[in-house]
């Protein structure tokens, strides 16, 4: 008896997105910590811009402070909408290897990076950020308000997965019939291993029990994800 389908999400941090032609798309979603490190990094800069707009307007009086205000408004608002409509990343999530993408992986659109930048407003409240962290860990692609909104993903830009390559292991069948949606999740799995630590594993591996049949240890999903690469013959 098959067991019903689980999907892939609760699992790992991989979007999939299957285009129209039928091909896969497949992201390293981008979670808070990392987010927030590229937030502090545009947030130095625009303290710079304001640092040098303000030595610039305050020769110029009341026109001045006016330029300065104007100034202040357009860096604060239009600066990551600027960056991300040009390539997709602010100065801060270029430094740290993040790119902006709609959920289909194209390039972000001016509608797209306007929206989900003027919902920073509400992503800040009560302080902090804190209605976007929230909304982040209860996404399992750690989309914030603003993302939501317009349809984006915050990925990885050179941490895609374009392909199943896993560690070498000698095939074994399941004990059971698996379905090809659940075969990628347990191919999912066996690719990443080997940059996740023991105890992480260990804990992936126990969500798998539902499509196995059984808790099965590590090396013994790898040797499954072998079978269903390989085939019983092995290579």
């Not at 205000?69 to 990343?89: A, D, K, Q």
């Not at 594993?201 to 539902?210: P, V, Y």
């Not at 090396?219 to 290579?235: D, E, I, P, T, V």
Request: a neutral charge.
């Amino acid at each position: 008896m098959q067991s019903p389908p689980v999907t892939s999400p609760p699992l790992d941090t991989i979007a999939h997105y299957e285009t129209p032609e039928g091909v896969e798309l497949s992201f390293a979603v981008a979670g808070p910590v990392v987010r927030a490190a590229a937030w502090g990094i545009d947030l130095a800069v625009r303290l710079v811009g304001y640092f040098l707009l303000a030595l610039l307007t305050a020769l110029l009086g009341g026109v001045g402070t006016s330029l300065m205000l104007i100034g202040i408004f357009l860096l604060e608002w239009f600066y990551p909408v600027f960056f991300e409509v040009h390539n997709g990343m602010t100065p801060g999530k270029k430094a740290l290897g993040l790119q902006v993408v709609h959920d289909d992986g194209t390039p972000l659109a001016w509608s797209s990076a306007l929206l989900r930048n003027l919902l920073r407003s509400v992503d800040f409240l009560p302080f902090l950020n804190m209605a976007g962290l929230v909304t982040m860990l209860l996404n399992p692609q750690f989309k914030r308000l603003g993302d939501l909104a317009a349809g984006t993903l915050v990925v990885y830009v050179n941490d895609e997965v374009k392909e199943f390559k896993i560690p070498d292991h000698p095939p074994l069948p399941p004990p059971e019939p698996i379905r090809i949606s659940e075969q990628r999740i347990i191919l999912n799995f066996c690719e990443r291993a080997d940059r996740l630590s023991r105890e992480r594993c260990r804990e992936l591996a126990a969500l798998l029990a539902s499509l196995t049949g059984t808790d099965v240890p590590v090396r013994r999903l790898m040797a499954f994800g072998n079978w269903f690469l390989k085939g019983k013959g092995g290579s």
